[in-house]
Structures are given as C-alpha cells and as structure tokens.
C-alpha cells in the first residue's frame, strides 16, 4: 500500500501539467467542500450495504458504511465549469494485486450542497495504479472537452485497457443514478 501513497504526487503533477485546464481539486474546491462534495456522491459511486436497494442508500442508518467507503475513494480530479462539477474519483479494487478503478462524470449541486444532478460518464477497468495514473486523467480531459469516449470502450477495442461502461449493452440511468443493462 505504500506504493500507492507515492503515486499520489505524480498523478497530481501530470494533471496540472499536461493539459490546458486545472484539475486539481484544490484549484476549484477548498479542501473542506472538497470534504462536503465527496460525502455527497460517494452514496452514488461505491457499493451499498448488503441487501439495500437504491432508494434506501440515503437512510442515515448506512452512514458508517458510507463513511468506510470514503476510505477507500480518492477525488483524483475536480473541474467546475459553471455550476457543474467533472469530477474523477478512483478507489481500490478487489485484486490480489494492488489495482484501482476510476469513475469519471459530473454532478451539480443545490444551494444546499444537495445533488441535484449525478452522471458517471465512464468506469475503468481495474488497473494497477501506473497504468491507470496516466490512463484516467487522459479519459477525464476527453470527458471534460465532451469529446466521444466511444473509442475507448471495451466493445469497441476489444480489450481491458481503459473503459468497462459504458459500453454496447450497459448504460448509466441518470434518472435512478444506477448502471444498467440494456
């Protein structure tokens, strides 16, 4: 895990440096709100508790759950543009090596920091954290220009090197903020 705490410092160097915007999170958020907006989505982007359905994930009785799935969450990347948020978030995936995921999307938020909008535009797959150090900031600056990120889907190359959804059969419901199978 050691590893994984010093990739830290050149991910955040190759988001500051190798593209036209900012997307450090420092650069759009005080670390406090940055704090505020994670416990916000993070009830949307990692697992539930067992035997709960997606209605039931804002019960306050899951709180410590949630509050364990932060743990393993990292906001990598944060670009506001008006009153929307991009936003790239990594966390550590099942492997028996060290490997994360990536979720990229957009969110906006209410006067109340309430999400009043949530869209997961892509999901990698599990990488180990080089690979996806250079990998998902890549796709997250496509996700934030709006450029097609259909080319990086797996269907399409016929492999695992960048995006797991969406692809051909799984979308993301942006009513019921869930993945879906077609």
């Known amino acids: 895990m050691k590893k994984s705490g010093a990739l830290v410092i050149p991910f955040l160097i190759l988001l500051s440096c190798s593209f036209e915007k900012s997307y450090l999170p420092n650069d759009h958020l005080p670390v406090d ?7 916000r989505v993070i009830r949307f982007m990692s ?30 990347a944060l670009y506001k543009d008006g009153e929307t948020f991009y936003f790239l978030v990594s966390r550590i995936a099942p492997s028996l090596t060290e490997k994360r995921i990536a979720i990229g999307g957009k969110a906006t938020l209410d006067e109340n920091i309430r999400v009043t909008y949530y869209e997961e535009i892509f999901r990698t797959w599990k990488m180990v954290p080089d690979s996806l150090a250079k990998r998902a900031p890549f796709l997250f600056d496509k996700m934030v220009h709006g ?18 959804f969406p692809d051909d059969r799984t979308y993301f419901d942006t009513d019921q903020r869930i993945w879906r199978t077609k």
């Open 33 to 39: 709100q940055q704090v505020l907006f994670m416990n």
């Open 47 to 76: 697992r539930a508790p067992d035997g709960i359905g997606p209605a039931d994930r804002f019960d306050i009785s899951h709180d410590d759950h949630y509050a364990e799935q932060l743990k393993i969450h990292r906001l990598d």
């Open 147 to 164: 450029e097609d990120l259909t080319p990086y889907y797996s269907s399409r190359t016929g492999n695992t090197d960048y995006i797991e």
